[in-house]
């Protein structure tokens, strides 16, 4: 009981200093965007580019390349997420980037990685990913690369393996590889990788009949159909460099996706490096979420500023998304600044929550139109099982996991608990309480509860992320969707409580390692971190754990606090490739603890 009050006493303050440290962190424009962190081998593939078109900077590089070395760990291997094991291709791409940096092989760290890369499958054993960049760059051959011809853009769309089978992401990269594929470029670097066992491979030839013609003109258009205002594609690196290379050297798209790339470039005491991705719409309305939670009234200058900024970043056109419900109105939104082909629901379910905590008066009439198509779309989105994918509908081809190419561990968008309960926690709070895809999505939640009384998580690692999903989800669901499912509803609650309680650390916190992705023995297990613990805590609060449990949660988060109001997070607890890549929100360290701490505060 003495530890219950004193952190009811002491969460006040903390949830006071964050409300400050966040809200002295909104743009004047009424966005926040916090960085977006992965691992080096976007900041290798950066360098790589802009050696290719010729745009490489001598202190651009010896930065990244200082970025790079203060990554690398004692046994000169580099890895997916701080505190992971070796990663073969990530250690290749880390060390190809330092050798064009100008380090030599003889020292002392490149041989620790050379040993280290022989030892463990060298260049052959890579990702096929790797091997493009290596084949590009002259050391690899073009002819021991998995076939992904072109003309998988001439398939239709009712036909198997046909482009629109795999998932956005994944699009969005095979179109552009499979043109690099067809011209086989060859830039070849000052350096070359022989104390690694590469030798330079014999020039390849490439055959560009008829109908490959056809198709590659077929690409170029599918490419430049969906590149945005900003000269990126879908608001991320990846598809964004290899649309760079696979356009011809004069084209005026290439130009203005050159003239925009140092946006995404962040410079810093360790170096420099590059962000795969930015998130000011998701940011932004967890944000407004987390200030509402924590008191801020719903008027509040910061909120009406960023409900107008949410309003306006409403995608109204049609994208990838209507190929398979043609039928459906545009009213999503997107995670980035510029992304109007792949709107995803997740971020729709998100933003029609912070639209509603800062309605007000003044602006009603637009949050409740908007509101309204945001429920719309995501109900269009529903696939056939119940639930919800993040970016298109029945996207559940088991065909292109089938193929070489690919070999991480995502080309395909299935329905994941996480993004389902954050749809259907969206419908239950926008006025869809009633809808039969409510009690589908409840029920498709319900079915894929695990044996443990968890649920997986797709974009935040791991089931630490989608139980603190789940819970909020079906408690708002108890009442909305009416029926004999209340039972059902509290008996899952009950266990995902249970099993939340269980995985909770002695000293309050919750952790889950990357690892749990391929290795169960470390579901809900991991060094607990800010965000974790808070969504450990928001599933408490959502099927009224003991008290003594939730205190447990605040006080970790209260000791954790940084002077200035905000937490320390060094951990990947966002997930982007499960298995293959994971990424470090800075902001969500910050916002979902000032949720948890709010609610519990309430």
């Not at 408690?475 to 209340?486: E, L, S």
């Amino acid at each position: 009981m003495t530890e219950l009050v004193s952190t009811r006493v002491a969460v006040p303050a903390v949830l006071g200093r964050a409300r400050d440290h966040l809200l002295a962190r909104q743009d004047r424009a009424g966005w926040w965007r916090g960085l977006l962190e992965t691992n080096v081998t976007t900041d290798a593939e950066d360098l790589l580019l802009r050696e290719i078109i010729g745009l490489r900077r001598p202190d651009d590089t010896a930065a990244t390349a200082a970025w790079i070395r203060s990554r690398q760990r004692p046994d000169g291997t580099w890895a997916t997420f701080p505190g992971g094991p070796p990663d073969l291709s990530t250690s290749v791409e880390a060390y190809l980037a330092l050798r064009l940096a100008g380090d030599p092989p003889d020292a002392p760290h490149l041989t620790r990685a050379a040993t280290w890369i022989r030892a463990n499958g060298g260049l052959g054993g890579t990702r096929v990913i790797t091997r493009f960049w290596l084949a590009m760059v002259g050391l690899w051959s073009w002819d021991a690369l998995p076939a992904l011809p072109p003309e998988l853009i001439l398939l239709p769309r009712w036909a198997p393996l046909n482009v629109y089978d795999w998932a956005s992401w994944a699009r969005q990269t095979i179109v552009p590889l499979s043109v690099i594929r067809a011209y086989r470029p060859v830039h070849r670097l000052p350096v070359d990788l022989a104390e690694l066992g590469g030798r330079v491979p014999k020039a390849s030839r490439r055959v560009l009949g008829p109908l490959r013609r056809v198709a590659l003109r077929r690409c170029w258009d599918w490419i430049l159909d969906r590149q945005e205002a900003d000269g990126s594609w879908g608001g991320s690196r990846p598809p964004w460099a290899y649309s760079i290379l696979a356009l011809p050297a004069d084209h005026p798209a290439r130009e203005r996706a050159i003239a925009n790339l140092d946006r995404f470039t962040v410079r810093g005491a360790d170096g420099r490096w590059v962000e795969a991705c930015q998130s000011p719409v998701r940011d932004t309305v967890l944000a407004v979420v987390a200030l509402t939670d924590a008191g801020v009234p719903g008027d509040h200058p910061a909120l009406a500023t960023a409900a107008d900024w949410i309003l306006a970043e409403e995608v109204r056109r049609t994208g990838d998304w209507a190929v398979r419900r043609p039928y459906a109105r545009a009213g999503g939104w997107s995670f980035e600044f510029e992304n109007d082909v792949y709107p995803d629901t997740d971020d729709t379910a998100a933003a029609v929550l912070a639209l509603l905590r800062a309605r007000t008066v003044r602006n009603a009439r637009r949050v409740d139109a908007a509101v309204r198509r945001g429920c719309e779309w995501l109900i269009a989105m529903q696939s056939a099982d119940g639930g919800w994918g993040a970016f298109d509908a029945d996207n559940t081809s088991r065909l292109p996991g089938a193929l070489p190419f690919a070999d991480v561990g995502a080309v395909i968008d299935p329905p994941s608990a996480d993004v389902t309960a954050h749809v259907v926690e969206a419908l239950c709070h926008g006025g869809a309480g009633g809808t039969t895809a409510l009690r589908r999505g409840v029920d498709w939640l319900l079915r894929e509860q695990e044996a443990d009384g968890s649920w997986f998580g797709r974009w935040g690692v791991n089931h630490v992320y989608g139980t603190g999903a789940a819970l909020p989800a079906l408690a708002a669901a108890r009442t909305a969707v009416g029926g004999d499912r209340g039972d059902r509803i509290d008996e899952a609650v009950a266990r995902g409580v249970a099993w939340l309680t269980a995985c909770q650390q002695p000293d309050g916190g919750w952790g889950e390692d990357p690892r749990s992705y391929r290795d169960r023995s470390w579901i809900g297990r991991g060094p607990a971190t800010p965000s974790q613990t808070a969504w450990g805590l928001l599933g408490l609060l959502a099927g009224r754990a003991s008290p003594e449990a939730m205190a447990r949660a605040a006080g970790w988060l209260a000791e954790h606090q940084r002077a200035d109001g905000g937490w320390d997070e060094p951990q990947h607890t966002g997930t982007a490739v499960p298995g293959d890549l994971y990424v470090s929100h800075h902001l969500h360290r910050v916002v979902f603890p000032i949720s948890a701490l709010g609610r519990y505060a309430r």
